[in-house]
């Protein structure tokens, strides 16, 4: 008798739920169900191991990312197979340092957690790389630097724009005793920790950009009590410009809700319109 009851009571809540969200999804015109699947994804997939684009339908995304993620995880088993082997019959070598190397390597992947694992090398990486905007050229940009300085004897270096090339150049004409007039970088980086004397700069840099523009929305009142979800372009002016924006609404009374840094080559902005439409539909 109890346990019939404990099912009708599960039953009920079960069903209380469900009708609940359907509820509030339709009173927040979120659609159910699985015709999503027959709609265009919007977005694009880097890894590709069948042809897809950002006008296919879901379930074929879905797809992709079902094979692109068999196919880690069978090169994953035969490669950790064969380095496990190769680490368990080196913890028997004879040899002091291969067994000590290999001893280490267990100790240190089975104490600690995978999850720090990969936040650890996801920080290690993506704070010892350059970014996206940043890694198309820097060696053609030395390269070409050290050509005109070395080569062709200049005595001035002039041009670029961007934040990240405008650094590499100002560090090569520094080493060399150069004039370098960086004609549009605006990064606050380069005129502060990366600042040398031998770079000048013609354009103004970025908090001087967002505080001209901030003051003309601050005398209109648009930013005291007013919420923001900023997009900026990934690579050194963009992450300057998102700090010298979030420092700017804190002092005026903004409220930054969001803010996410966006590859320089997207060319489809519709993921990130939908996380700022969930974002606003929490507040």
Known sequence: MYQVIAIGLVAAGAWWLASNTLHNMQ???????????GQPA????????????????????????????????IIGIVLTTLLGTLIGVGRF????????LCYAYVELFRNV?????LLMWYLVLTSSLPGPGEARSVGGLIDNALDAIERDNVTVLMGEINSGSALTISQVAARN???????GARSDALRGKDCNRYTFHVDIPVT???????????????????????????YLFGHDLAKAAKRFFAANGGNLIGDELVPTD??????????????????
């Open 93 to 100: 070598s004879n040899n002091a340092i291969v067994r000590g």
């Open 208 to 234: 001087v950009m967002v505080n001209a523009v901030g003051q003309s929305l601050v005398r209109d009142d648009m930013v005291r009590g007013k919420k923001f979800f900023s997009l900026t372009a990934d």
């Open 27 to 37: 009173v927040r015109g979120i659609q159910s169900g699985f015709d999503f699947l």
């Open 113 to 117: 957690p995978v999850l720090l694992h």
């Open 177 to 183: 005793k150069k004039l370098f007039m960086s004609i």
């Open 42 to 73: 919007g977005f694009d997939i880097g890894e590709l191991m069948i042809p897809y684009e950002s006008v296919d339908p879901y379930w074929k995304a879905f797809l992709v990312g079902v094979l692109n993620t068999l196919r880690v995880a």
């Open 266 to 283: 997207v060319a489809d902005f519709s993921p990130y319109l939908l996380k700022i439409r969930q974002v606003v539909e929490k507040l």
